[in-house]
Protein backbone atom coordinates (compact mmCIF):
# COMPACT_ATOMS: atom_id res chain seq x y z
CA UNK A 1 0.00 0.00 0.00
CA UNK A 2 2.06 3.19 -1.43
CA UNK A 3 -0.56 5.25 1.01
CA UNK A 4 1.92 3.46 4.40
CA UNK A 5 5.05 5.25 3.19
CA UNK A 6 4.30 8.61 2.92
CA UNK A 7 7.38 10.70 2.40
CA UNK A 8 8.07 13.54 4.98
CA UNK A 9 10.98 16.00 4.25
CA UNK A 10 12.19 19.25 5.31
CA UNK A 11 15.68 21.25 4.65
CA UNK A 12 18.18 23.19 6.04
CA UNK A 13 20.19 25.55 4.02
CA UNK A 14 23.44 26.95 4.63
CA UNK A 15 24.65 29.43 2.49
CA UNK A 16 28.31 31.45 2.37
CA UNK A 17 27.54 35.15 2.13
CA UNK A 18 29.75 36.39 -0.17
CA UNK A 19 30.79 39.55 1.56
CA UNK A 20 34.73 40.47 1.83
CA UNK A 21 35.49 40.08 4.91
CA UNK A 22 34.03 37.57 7.86
CA UNK A 23 31.16 37.47 9.87
CA UNK A 24 32.61 39.18 12.66
CA UNK A 25 36.41 40.52 11.99
CA UNK A 26 38.15 41.91 9.24
CA UNK A 27 40.03 38.65 8.31
CA UNK A 28 39.76 38.01 4.21
CA UNK A 29 36.78 35.78 3.10
CA UNK A 30 38.30 34.68 -0.23
CA UNK A 31 40.39 32.25 1.35
CA UNK A 32 40.21 29.10 -0.65
CA UNK A 33 43.36 29.40 -2.76
CA UNK A 34 45.20 29.99 -0.17
CA UNK A 35 47.44 28.21 2.94
CA UNK A 36 45.91 26.86 6.09
CA UNK A 37 45.82 29.29 8.84
CA UNK A 38 46.73 32.19 7.36
CA UNK A 39 43.20 34.16 7.37
CA UNK A 40 42.67 34.00 10.87
CA UNK A 41 42.86 36.84 13.38
CA UNK A 42 42.45 37.26 17.29
CA UNK A 43 38.31 37.50 16.72
CA UNK A 44 38.32 34.16 14.31
CA UNK A 45 40.73 32.08 16.50
CA UNK A 46 38.55 32.53 19.94
CA UNK A 47 41.60 33.86 22.06
CA UNK A 48 40.87 35.06 25.20
CA UNK A 49 39.92 39.49 24.98
CA UNK A 50 38.60 38.84 21.58
CA UNK A 51 35.36 40.79 20.73
CA UNK A 52 33.27 39.69 17.87
CA UNK A 53 31.90 43.11 15.50
CA UNK A 54 29.19 42.04 12.88
CA UNK A 55 29.77 42.95 9.67
CA UNK A 56 26.94 45.18 8.78
CA UNK A 57 26.81 43.62 5.09
CA UNK A 58 25.92 40.45 5.75
CA UNK A 59 22.73 41.64 7.73
CA UNK A 60 22.42 43.30 4.48
CA UNK A 61 22.51 40.29 2.31
CA UNK A 62 20.82 37.68 4.95
CA UNK A 63 17.53 40.83 4.86
CA UNK A 64 17.78 40.66 1.07
CA UNK A 65 17.09 36.93 0.95
CA UNK A 66 14.39 37.25 3.66
CA UNK A 67 12.73 39.82 1.75
CA UNK A 68 13.07 37.65 -1.95
CA UNK A 69 11.87 34.85 0.16
CA UNK A 70 8.59 36.46 1.66
CA UNK A 71 9.81 36.37 5.47
CA UNK A 72 8.55 38.86 8.44
CA UNK A 73 11.30 40.73 9.64
CA UNK A 74 10.75 40.68 13.70
CA UNK A 75 11.69 43.58 15.84
CA UNK A 76 14.37 42.41 17.08
CA UNK A 77 17.01 39.63 16.73
CA UNK A 78 19.65 38.09 18.87
CA UNK A 79 22.42 36.22 18.47
CA UNK A 80 23.39 33.06 20.92
CA UNK A 81 26.11 30.93 22.13
CA UNK A 82 25.54 27.42 20.24
CA UNK A 83 27.65 25.24 22.89
CA UNK A 84 29.91 22.12 21.58
CA UNK A 85 32.89 20.98 21.62
CA UNK A 86 34.58 20.20 19.08
CA UNK A 87 38.09 20.93 17.03
CA UNK A 88 36.22 22.75 14.29
CA UNK A 89 34.75 25.41 16.84
CA UNK A 90 37.92 27.60 18.72
CA UNK A 91 35.63 28.42 20.80
CA UNK A 92 33.66 25.71 21.54
CA UNK A 93 30.86 27.25 21.01
CA UNK A 94 29.41 28.58 17.67
CA UNK A 95 27.34 32.43 17.48
CA UNK A 96 24.46 31.66 16.00
CA UNK A 97 20.80 32.51 16.52
CA UNK A 98 18.12 31.14 18.54
CA UNK A 99 14.68 32.23 20.01
CA UNK A 100 15.06 35.61 17.77
CA UNK A 101 16.35 34.55 14.38
CA UNK A 102 16.49 37.58 11.72
CA UNK A 103 13.59 36.10 9.62
CA UNK A 104 10.35 34.17 10.25
CA UNK A 105 7.82 32.68 7.77
CA UNK A 106 8.11 33.06 4.45
CA UNK A 107 7.55 30.89 1.33
CA UNK A 108 9.35 28.96 -1.98
CA UNK A 109 6.97 28.53 -4.94
CA UNK A 110 7.98 25.02 -6.97
CA UNK A 111 6.00 22.09 -9.06
CA UNK A 112 5.35 19.01 -7.36
CA UNK A 113 5.98 16.17 -9.40
CA UNK A 114 2.60 16.51 -10.93
CA UNK A 115 3.92 20.05 -12.34
CA UNK A 116 1.22 21.77 -9.98
CA UNK A 117 2.34 25.00 -8.58
CA UNK A 118 3.13 23.69 -4.73
CA UNK A 119 4.01 26.46 -1.84
CA UNK A 120 6.37 25.38 0.57
CA UNK A 121 7.01 27.24 3.99
CA UNK A 122 9.88 28.45 5.78
CA UNK A 123 10.59 28.44 9.42
CA UNK A 124 12.96 30.93 10.05
CA UNK A 125 16.45 32.59 8.39
CA UNK A 126 19.49 33.27 10.60
CA UNK A 127 22.74 34.59 10.53
CA UNK A 128 25.73 32.37 11.72
CA UNK A 129 29.40 31.68 11.64
CA UNK A 130 30.76 29.08 9.76
CA UNK A 131 33.28 26.37 11.73
CA UNK A 132 36.54 25.53 10.74
CA UNK A 133 37.65 23.08 8.07
CA UNK A 134 38.90 19.67 9.95
CA UNK A 135 40.65 17.34 7.99
CA UNK A 136 40.88 13.66 9.14
CA UNK A 137 44.27 11.86 8.68
CA UNK A 138 46.58 8.62 10.08
CA UNK A 139 46.41 4.90 9.36
CA UNK A 140 45.52 2.00 11.59
CA UNK A 141 48.95 1.21 11.90
CA UNK A 142 50.18 4.71 12.66
CA UNK A 143 46.79 6.43 14.42
CA UNK A 144 44.52 8.34 13.47
CA UNK A 145 44.61 12.31 14.13
CA UNK A 146 42.85 15.53 12.75
CA UNK A 147 44.39 18.83 11.08
CA UNK A 148 42.79 21.80 11.63
CA UNK A 149 42.44 24.94 9.09
CA UNK A 150 40.22 28.10 10.49
CA UNK A 151 40.36 29.52 7.86
CA UNK A 152 36.65 29.09 6.94
CA UNK A 153 36.03 30.15 10.72
CA UNK A 154 33.56 33.21 11.28
CA UNK A 155 32.67 32.85 7.29
CA UNK A 156 29.23 34.19 7.46
CA UNK A 157 26.04 31.89 6.96
CA UNK A 158 22.54 32.11 6.65
CA UNK A 159 20.37 28.90 7.63
CA UNK A 160 17.19 28.52 5.70
CA UNK A 161 15.11 26.22 7.54
CA UNK A 162 12.28 24.91 5.55
CA UNK A 163 8.70 23.39 6.83
CA UNK A 164 8.55 20.06 6.67
CA UNK A 165 6.28 20.03 3.83
CA UNK A 166 8.41 18.36 0.72
CA UNK A 167 7.32 14.60 -0.16
CA UNK A 168 9.79 13.55 -2.94
CA UNK A 169 13.13 13.72 -3.34
CA UNK A 170 12.70 15.22 -6.62
CA UNK A 171 10.30 17.67 -4.33
CA UNK A 172 13.47 18.66 -2.81
CA UNK A 173 15.84 19.22 -5.41
CA UNK A 174 13.23 21.73 -7.16
CA UNK A 175 13.43 23.75 -3.54
CA UNK A 176 17.14 23.60 -3.85
CA UNK A 177 17.46 24.36 -7.55
CA UNK A 178 14.84 27.31 -6.91
CA UNK A 179 16.41 28.56 -3.22
CA UNK A 180 20.04 28.46 -5.31
CA UNK A 181 18.90 30.60 -8.74
CA UNK A 182 17.52 33.23 -5.99
CA UNK A 183 20.48 33.45 -3.95
CA UNK A 184 22.55 33.43 -7.37
CA UNK A 185 20.11 36.25 -9.00
CA UNK A 186 20.41 38.25 -5.40
CA UNK A 187 23.84 38.27 -5.96
CA UNK A 188 24.87 37.29 -2.59
CA UNK A 189 26.34 34.17 -3.01
CA UNK A 190 28.60 32.40 -5.10
CA UNK A 191 27.58 28.83 -6.68
CA UNK A 192 30.92 28.14 -7.84
CA UNK A 193 32.68 28.10 -5.18
CA UNK A 194 32.70 24.68 -3.06
CA UNK A 195 30.79 24.41 -0.39
CA UNK A 196 29.23 27.87 -0.45
CA UNK A 197 25.70 26.01 -0.43
CA UNK A 198 25.18 22.71 2.44
CA UNK A 199 22.10 21.22 2.84
CA UNK A 200 21.18 19.11 5.57
CA UNK A 201 17.82 17.00 5.26
CA UNK A 202 15.14 15.80 8.08
CA UNK A 203 13.76 12.97 6.22
CA UNK A 204 10.63 10.81 8.07
CA UNK A 205 8.03 8.11 7.07
CA UNK A 206 4.43 9.51 7.91
CA UNK A 207 3.91 7.95 11.75
CA UNK A 208 7.44 7.07 12.18
CA UNK A 209 10.51 8.83 13.83
CA UNK A 210 12.72 11.05 11.64
CA UNK A 211 16.13 11.32 10.54
CA UNK A 212 18.35 14.01 9.88
CA UNK A 213 20.90 13.26 7.33
CA UNK A 214 23.80 16.09 7.47
CA UNK A 215 27.30 16.15 5.44
CA UNK A 216 25.26 16.39 1.86
CA UNK A 217 28.16 19.01 0.43
CA UNK A 218 27.02 18.69 -3.23
CA UNK A 219 23.40 20.13 -3.62
CA UNK A 220 22.90 17.57 -6.25
CA UNK A 221 23.79 14.71 -3.56
CA UNK A 222 20.59 15.42 -1.58
CA UNK A 223 18.26 13.45 -3.98
CA UNK A 224 20.90 10.59 -4.14
CA UNK A 225 21.10 11.08 -0.35
CA UNK A 226 17.30 11.13 0.37
CA UNK A 227 16.10 8.06 -2.19
CA UNK A 228 18.86 6.23 -0.55
CA UNK A 229 17.62 7.02 2.94
CA UNK A 230 13.47 6.83 1.87
CA UNK A 231 14.64 3.08 0.95
CA UNK A 232 16.34 2.22 3.53
CA UNK A 233 13.76 3.58 6.08
CA UNK A 234 11.51 1.44 4.05
CA UNK A 235 12.89 -1.82 4.03
CA UNK A 236 13.28 -1.48 7.58
CA UNK A 237 9.64 -0.67 8.14
CA UNK A 238 8.65 -3.91 6.13
CA UNK A 239 11.70 -6.17 7.94
CA UNK A 240 8.89 -4.92 11.42
CA UNK A 241 11.92 -2.69 12.21
CA UNK A 242 11.74 0.40 14.63
CA UNK A 243 13.35 3.81 12.93
CA UNK A 244 15.70 5.20 15.45
CA UNK A 245 15.44 9.06 15.64
CA UNK A 246 19.02 10.18 14.72
CA UNK A 247 21.89 11.69 12.78
CA UNK A 248 23.22 10.01 10.39
CA UNK A 249 26.18 11.11 7.60
CA UNK A 250 25.67 11.11 3.81
CA UNK A 251 28.70 9.42 1.91
CA UNK A 252 28.99 11.31 -1.13
CA UNK A 253 31.15 8.90 -2.58
CA UNK A 254 29.45 5.73 -2.00
CA UNK A 255 25.67 7.25 -2.19
CA UNK A 256 24.87 6.28 1.47
CA UNK A 257 24.03 7.16 4.89
CA UNK A 258 25.80 6.16 7.81
CA UNK A 259 24.77 6.52 11.95
CA UNK A 260 26.65 9.51 13.59
CA UNK A 261 26.52 8.20 16.88
CA UNK A 262 24.98 11.20 17.79
CA UNK A 263 24.15 11.29 21.65
CA UNK A 264 23.91 15.28 21.72
CA UNK A 265 20.24 16.70 22.15
CA UNK A 266 18.81 20.42 21.45
CA UNK A 267 19.29 20.89 25.30
CA UNK A 268 22.94 19.75 24.65
CA UNK A 269 23.50 23.03 23.24
CA UNK A 270 22.56 25.17 26.11
CA UNK A 271 21.38 28.31 23.72
CA UNK A 272 22.01 31.13 25.78
CA UNK A 273 22.29 34.90 24.47
CA UNK A 274 25.94 36.24 23.20
CA UNK A 275 26.84 38.84 25.91
CA UNK A 276 29.51 40.38 23.42
CA UNK A 277 26.49 40.90 20.65
CA UNK A 278 24.21 43.66 21.41
CA UNK A 279 20.68 42.62 19.81
CA UNK A 280 20.14 43.92 15.99
CA UNK A 281 17.05 46.10 15.55
CA UNK A 282 16.76 46.11 11.23
CA UNK A 283 13.11 44.99 10.72
CA UNK A 284 12.48 49.01 8.62
CA UNK A 285 15.89 48.46 6.92
CA UNK A 286 13.73 46.05 4.62
CA UNK A 287 11.52 48.82 2.66
CA UNK A 288 14.79 50.36 1.35
CA UNK A 289 15.53 47.25 -0.16
CA UNK A 290 15.37 46.98 -3.95
CA UNK A 291 15.65 43.29 -5.34
CA UNK A 292 16.23 42.24 -8.94
CA UNK A 293 14.04 40.66 -10.98
CA UNK A 294 13.95 37.02 -9.61
CA UNK A 295 13.89 33.64 -10.86
CA UNK A 296 9.99 33.58 -11.07
CA UNK A 297 9.58 37.00 -12.60
CA UNK A 298 12.12 36.34 -15.44
CA UNK A 299 10.88 32.61 -16.51
CA UNK A 300 7.17 35.25 -17.10
CA UNK A 301 9.34 37.87 -19.05
CA UNK A 302 11.06 35.48 -20.61
CA UNK A 303 7.47 33.55 -21.98
CA UNK A 304 5.80 37.05 -22.76
CA UNK A 305 9.18 38.97 -24.64
CA UNK A 306 10.33 35.96 -26.46
CA UNK A 307 7.42 34.16 -26.81
CA UNK A 308 8.85 30.47 -25.89
CA UNK A 309 7.50 27.56 -24.18
CA UNK A 310 6.88 27.49 -20.25
CA UNK A 311 9.79 24.35 -19.91
CA UNK A 312 12.20 26.46 -22.05
CA UNK A 313 11.70 29.53 -20.00
CA UNK A 314 11.69 27.86 -16.71
CA UNK A 315 15.24 25.75 -17.48
CA UNK A 316 16.58 28.82 -18.89
CA UNK A 317 15.67 31.01 -15.78
CA UNK A 318 17.01 28.62 -13.53
CA UNK A 319 20.18 29.76 -13.64
CA UNK A 320 21.93 33.28 -13.75
CA UNK A 321 24.20 32.48 -15.83
CA UNK A 322 21.68 30.69 -18.43
CA UNK A 323 19.42 33.50 -18.65
CA UNK A 324 22.11 35.93 -19.10
CA UNK A 325 23.83 34.06 -22.06
CA UNK A 326 20.19 33.17 -23.71
CA UNK A 327 19.22 36.94 -24.10
CA UNK A 328 22.59 37.88 -25.93
CA UNK A 329 21.76 35.11 -27.96
CA UNK A 330 18.29 35.08 -28.52
CA UNK A 331 18.50 37.53 -31.57
CA UNK A 332 19.34 35.37 -33.29
CA UNK A 333 15.99 33.32 -33.38
CA UNK A 334 14.17 33.61 -29.83
CA UNK A 335 12.08 30.24 -30.59
CA UNK A 336 15.29 28.41 -32.43
CA UNK A 337 17.97 29.79 -29.58
CA UNK A 338 15.81 28.60 -26.76
CA UNK A 339 15.75 24.87 -27.90
CA UNK A 340 19.43 24.63 -29.03
CA UNK A 341 19.98 26.06 -25.80
CA UNK A 342 17.39 24.32 -22.93
CA UNK A 343 17.59 21.15 -24.60
CA UNK A 344 20.69 20.33 -26.61
CA UNK A 345 23.45 22.56 -25.21
CA UNK A 346 21.99 21.83 -22.01
CA UNK A 347 22.69 18.34 -22.13
CA UNK A 348 25.77 18.54 -23.91
CA UNK A 349 26.90 20.64 -21.13
CA UNK A 350 25.73 18.28 -18.55
CA UNK A 351 27.75 15.41 -20.06
CA UNK A 352 31.23 16.89 -20.26
CA UNK A 353 30.60 18.01 -16.25
CA UNK A 354 30.36 21.66 -17.85
CA UNK A 355 28.41 25.00 -16.42
CA UNK A 356 27.56 27.32 -19.11
CA UNK A 357 29.74 29.75 -17.76
CA UNK A 358 32.58 28.31 -19.33
CA UNK A 359 30.53 28.83 -22.55
CA UNK A 360 29.25 32.80 -21.43
CA UNK A 361 32.28 34.01 -23.04
CA UNK A 362 31.49 32.95 -26.31
CA UNK A 363 28.05 33.90 -26.81
CA UNK A 364 28.62 34.89 -29.98
CA UNK A 365 30.01 31.77 -31.61
CA UNK A 366 26.95 29.77 -30.22
CA UNK A 367 24.48 32.15 -31.90
CA UNK A 368 26.53 31.59 -35.24
CA UNK A 369 25.84 27.98 -34.67
CA UNK A 370 22.27 28.94 -34.40
CA UNK A 371 22.19 31.00 -37.12
CA UNK A 372 23.68 28.66 -39.63
CA UNK A 373 20.92 26.07 -38.37
CA UNK A 374 18.85 28.68 -39.14
CA UNK A 375 19.70 29.49 -42.73
CA UNK A 376 19.76 25.24 -43.70
CA UNK A 377 23.33 25.91 -44.22
CA UNK A 378 23.76 22.69 -41.83
CA UNK A 379 21.18 19.86 -40.82
CA UNK A 380 20.53 19.87 -36.88
CA UNK A 381 22.49 16.58 -36.55
CA UNK A 382 25.59 18.04 -38.19
CA UNK A 383 24.51 21.18 -35.98
CA UNK A 384 25.13 18.78 -33.23
CA UNK A 385 28.23 17.48 -34.56
CA UNK A 386 29.36 20.77 -34.67
CA UNK A 387 28.37 21.94 -30.96
CA UNK A 388 30.01 19.17 -29.71
CA UNK A 389 33.61 19.65 -31.11
CA UNK A 390 33.40 23.21 -30.51
CA UNK A 391 32.75 22.22 -26.48
CA UNK A 392 35.12 20.05 -26.24
CA UNK A 393 37.80 22.50 -27.80
CA UNK A 394 36.32 25.20 -24.93
CA UNK A 395 36.89 22.28 -22.76
CA UNK A 396 40.15 21.56 -23.71
CA UNK A 397 41.40 24.66 -24.44
CA UNK A 398 39.01 27.40 -23.48
CA UNK A 399 38.73 28.58 -26.94
CA UNK A 400 37.88 26.99 -30.09
CA UNK A 401 37.53 27.88 -33.46
CA UNK A 402 33.92 29.26 -35.19
CA UNK A 403 31.08 27.27 -36.09
CA UNK A 404 31.20 27.53 -39.69
CA UNK A 405 35.11 27.13 -39.43
CA UNK A 406 34.28 24.03 -37.96
CA UNK A 407 31.50 23.24 -41.17
CA UNK A 408 34.34 23.82 -43.36
CA UNK A 409 36.97 22.06 -41.98
CA UNK A 410 34.90 18.42 -41.53
CA UNK A 411 32.63 18.96 -44.53
CA UNK A 412 29.54 19.21 -42.39
CA UNK A 413 27.85 21.53 -44.63
CA UNK A 414 24.13 20.67 -45.80
CA UNK A 415 24.35 19.56 -49.34
CA UNK A 416 20.46 19.48 -51.46
CA UNK A 417 19.15 16.69 -51.53
CA UNK A 418 19.63 16.15 -55.43
CA UNK A 419 23.41 15.36 -54.77
CA UNK A 420 21.97 12.10 -52.70
CA UNK A 421 19.61 10.81 -55.42
CA UNK A 422 22.09 7.81 -56.28
CA UNK A 423 22.93 6.92 -52.97
CA UNK A 424 18.87 6.73 -52.00
CA UNK A 425 17.67 4.91 -55.10
CA UNK A 426 20.66 2.11 -53.90
CA UNK A 427 19.40 2.18 -50.22
CA UNK A 428 16.25 1.68 -51.48
CA UNK A 429 17.26 -1.32 -54.03
CA UNK A 430 19.08 -2.89 -50.99
CA UNK A 431 16.06 -2.95 -48.35
CA UNK A 432 13.49 -4.30 -50.70
CA UNK A 433 11.34 -5.48 -46.92
CA UNK A 434 11.49 -1.89 -45.66
CA UNK A 435 9.93 -0.53 -48.78
CA UNK A 436 6.98 -3.28 -48.48
CA UNK A 437 6.78 -2.59 -45.04
CA UNK A 438 5.54 0.39 -46.04
CA UNK A 439 3.81 -0.18 -48.24
CA UNK A 440 2.00 -2.70 -46.86
CA UNK A 441 1.26 0.94 -44.37
CA UNK A 442 3.60 -0.25 -41.50
CA UNK A 443 4.57 3.18 -40.08
CA UNK A 444 7.91 4.11 -38.96
CA UNK A 445 9.18 1.66 -42.09
CA UNK A 446 11.01 4.56 -43.56
CA UNK A 447 12.49 6.12 -40.67
CA UNK A 448 15.37 2.78 -41.17
CA UNK A 449 15.91 3.95 -44.69
CA UNK A 450 16.19 8.11 -43.92
CA UNK A 451 18.49 6.65 -41.13
CA UNK A 452 20.40 4.82 -43.32
CA UNK A 453 20.58 7.93 -45.73
CA UNK A 454 22.07 10.14 -42.67
CA UNK A 455 24.74 7.42 -42.15
CA UNK A 456 25.58 7.01 -45.59
CA UNK A 457 26.06 11.15 -46.02
CA UNK A 458 27.71 11.82 -42.52
CA UNK A 459 24.64 14.14 -41.60
CA UNK A 460 24.64 16.48 -44.53
CA UNK A 461 21.38 15.19 -45.78
CA UNK A 462 18.28 16.83 -44.60
CA UNK A 463 15.69 13.84 -43.44
CA UNK A 464 12.55 15.66 -44.17
CA UNK A 465 14.45 16.29 -47.71
CA UNK A 466 15.07 12.65 -48.07
CA UNK A 467 11.41 11.69 -46.81
CA UNK A 468 9.72 13.32 -49.71
CA UNK A 469 12.30 12.06 -52.49
CA UNK A 470 11.82 8.57 -51.44
CA UNK A 471 8.16 9.23 -51.32
CA UNK A 472 8.31 10.55 -55.17
CA UNK A 473 10.65 7.34 -56.48
CA UNK A 474 7.71 5.69 -54.92
CA UNK A 475 5.90 7.49 -56.88
CA UNK A 476 3.11 8.21 -53.83
CA UNK B 1 19.54 21.13 42.42
CA UNK B 2 22.58 20.00 40.12
CA UNK B 3 22.94 16.34 40.74
CA UNK B 4 26.08 14.32 39.89
CA UNK B 5 24.51 12.85 37.15
CA UNK B 6 24.36 16.31 35.84
CA UNK B 7 27.90 17.02 36.63
CA UNK B 8 28.58 13.70 34.41
CA UNK B 9 26.67 14.67 31.72
CA UNK B 10 28.14 18.37 31.26
CA UNK B 11 31.50 17.39 31.82
CA UNK B 12 30.76 14.41 28.90
CA UNK B 13 29.55 17.44 26.67
CA UNK B 14 33.45 19.00 27.09
CA UNK B 15 35.06 15.53 26.60
CA UNK B 16 36.03 15.60 30.12
CA UNK B 17 35.92 13.35 32.37
CA UNK B 18 35.37 13.36 35.94
CA UNK B 19 37.26 11.25 38.58
CA UNK B 20 34.76 9.47 40.84
CA UNK B 21 36.78 10.03 43.85
CA UNK B 22 35.88 14.23 42.65
CA UNK B 23 32.47 14.06 41.27
CA UNK B 24 30.89 14.85 45.27
CA UNK B 25 32.99 17.94 45.33
CA UNK B 26 32.52 19.46 42.00
CA UNK B 27 28.81 18.47 42.38
CA UNK B 28 29.22 20.54 45.25
CA UNK B 29 31.21 23.64 43.67
CA UNK B 30 27.57 23.76 41.27
CA UNK B 31 25.64 24.10 43.26
CA UNK B 32 27.77 26.79 45.43
CA UNK B 33 27.65 28.55 42.50
CA UNK B 34 23.94 28.78 41.35
CA UNK B 35 23.31 29.82 44.85
CA UNK B 36 25.02 33.16 44.17
CA UNK B 37 22.28 33.77 41.55
CA UNK B 38 19.52 33.10 43.88
CA UNK B 39 21.30 36.15 45.63
CA UNK B 40 20.96 38.13 42.66
CA UNK B 41 17.57 37.09 42.09
CA UNK B 42 16.73 38.98 45.48
CA UNK B 43 17.67 42.74 44.04
CA UNK B 44 15.50 45.09 43.26
CA UNK B 45 15.61 46.23 39.79
CA UNK B 46 14.63 49.86 39.18
CA UNK B 47 12.91 50.36 35.76
CA UNK B 48 13.06 47.49 33.03
CA UNK B 49 15.99 45.90 31.58
CA UNK B 50 15.73 46.99 28.27
CA UNK B 51 18.80 47.10 26.18
CA UNK B 52 20.11 50.28 25.06
CA UNK B 53 23.08 49.14 22.70
CA UNK B 54 21.65 47.67 19.67
CA UNK B 55 22.88 47.65 16.12
CA UNK B 56 26.09 48.08 16.30
CA UNK B 57 28.25 47.03 12.93
CA UNK B 58 31.30 47.37 11.57
CA UNK B 59 31.62 47.87 7.51
CA UNK B 60 32.66 45.09 5.52
CA UNK B 61 36.30 45.73 5.48
CA UNK B 62 39.03 43.60 5.06
CA UNK B 63 41.78 43.92 7.80
CA UNK B 64 45.18 41.95 8.22
CA UNK B 65 45.36 38.83 9.62
CA UNK B 66 47.72 36.96 11.56
CA UNK B 67 50.64 35.62 9.54
CA UNK B 68 50.31 31.62 9.61
CA UNK B 69 53.57 31.69 12.23
CA UNK B 70 51.80 33.31 14.83
CA UNK B 71 48.34 32.27 14.38
CA UNK B 72 50.04 28.55 15.04
CA UNK B 73 52.31 29.99 18.02
CA UNK B 74 49.57 28.17 20.45
CA UNK B 75 49.58 25.02 18.89
CA UNK B 76 52.03 22.33 19.36
CA UNK B 77 53.07 20.30 16.61
CA UNK B 78 51.20 22.03 13.88
CA UNK B 79 52.16 20.00 10.38
CA UNK B 80 52.05 21.86 6.94
CA UNK B 81 50.27 24.66 8.53
CA UNK B 82 47.33 23.01 10.02
CA UNK B 83 46.81 22.75 13.74
CA UNK B 84 47.03 19.48 15.08
CA UNK B 85 44.30 17.70 17.30
CA UNK B 86 43.40 14.39 18.21
CA UNK B 87 41.19 11.85 16.13
CA UNK B 88 37.58 12.93 16.16
CA UNK B 89 35.45 10.14 13.92
ZN1 LIG C 1 39.56 36.92 11.85
New binding site residues.
Given amino acids: MAEEFQVIIGLEVHCQLNTK??L????SADFRADAPNT???????GLPGALPVLNKKAVEYALKVAKALNCTIPEEGEFCRKNYFYPDLVKAYQITMGDDPLAIGGYIEIEDDAGNPKVVNLTRIHVEEDPGRLVHMGNKERGYYTLVDYNR??IPLIEMVTEPEMSSPKEARRLLNKLRATLEYLDVFDPEKEGSLRVDANISIKGHERVEIKNITSYKGVEKALTFEITRQKNLIRRGGRIVRETRHFQEGKGTTTSARSKETANDYRYFPEPDLPVIRVADWVKDIELPELPDARRDRFMSQYGIAVNHARTLTGDLKLAEFYETIAPVGAALAASWTADILMGELNYRDMHVSEVAGHADQFAELIGLVRDKKITDKAGVEVLRVWLDALHTEAKSEAPSAIVERLGLARESGESFRGIVEAILEKNPQAVADHKAGKKGALNFIVGQVMKETKGKSDPREIHAMISEILGE | MITEEDVIQIAGLADLSVPQGELTAFTGSFNAILEYFDILDTLEIEGSLERKLFNVFREDEV?E??SQEDALKNSHNPEEGYIRAPKVV
Fill in positions: SKFCGCHVCPVCLSG | TSL
